[in-house]
């Protein structure tokens, strides 16, 4: 219970900070400047994230979003290193799966 608590508070935060902009506009978030993805885009890349296991998910948006290390998210999942880097590996080969196979 405490795991699912502190990932919902984990993603309440990342929600609150995302830019609420919409698609193909150019943002500004603490100096520097980039693009945020069109809708298309957008949609996509959360239909390919929703065929994620929920804990696989939540470790890749940790790394590639949240730029956690592999033990800072140890640490937050209270998990082994070893564990967070298999879930990292399964979830990046089941998006490339779903990439090819769209």
């Not at 996509?44 to 929920?54: V, Y």
């Amino acid at each position: 219970m405490r795991i699912a608590f502190h990932s919902y508070l984990d993603q309440r935060a990342a929600q609150q900070r995302a830019p609420q902009l919409l698609g193909g506009e150019d943002a500004t978030i603490g100096g520097a400047r980039f693009d945020v993805p069109a809708t298309e885009e957008r949609e996509e890349l959360e239909a390919l994230l929703r065929r994620l296991k929920p804990i696989e998910r939540e470790v890749l948006l940790r790394f590639h979003r949240d730029e956690a290390s592999v033990e800072e998210i140890a640490r937050q999942l209270a998990m082994p290193a070893g564990t967070v880097k298999s879930h990292l590996h399964r979830a990046r080969a089941r998006l490339r799966t779903a990439k090819r196979s769209r």
